[in-house]
């Protein structure tokens, strides 16, 4: 069995007022999703790599990962609403 929820990267950095400030609203959007969606943090400190990898060049950044292959991303710090915005088409199409 393969899990079909989205990957939603959450790419921050101790030092980022704005990504600290996002944290609690990410935390709660893995909650209120969690059948359809699977959210990781990354500290863009220890894993410049994977920043690289998905051309993150500040924090805080989302990226939305279906498959394998990026298909949205929000730079910045970023309101529940919009966040929602982005997510929601690709959601829809989740079988949770």
């Known amino acids: ?3 079909e929820r ?4 959450f790419f921050w950095h101790e ?3 704005p990504a600290r400030r996002m944290d609690s609203l990410i935390a709660h959007i893995a909650r209120k ?4 969606l699977r959210v990781t943090r990354v500290d863009m400190e220890q894993r410049a790599d994977l920043a690289r990898r998905y051309g993150v060049e ?8 279906r498959n394998r292959h990026v298909v949205a991303r929000m730079e910045g710090r970023a309101s529940a609403p919009r966040i929602e915005e982005m997510l929601e088409p690709f959601l829809a199409t989740v079988v949770a």
């Open 1 to 3: 069995m393969t899990d």
């Open 6 to 9: 989205l990957l939603l990267v």
């Open 15 to 17: 030092r980022s007022g």
């Open 33 to 36: 999703e969690r059948q359809r």
């Open 58 to 65: 500040t924090a805080p950044a989302l990226v939305l990962v």
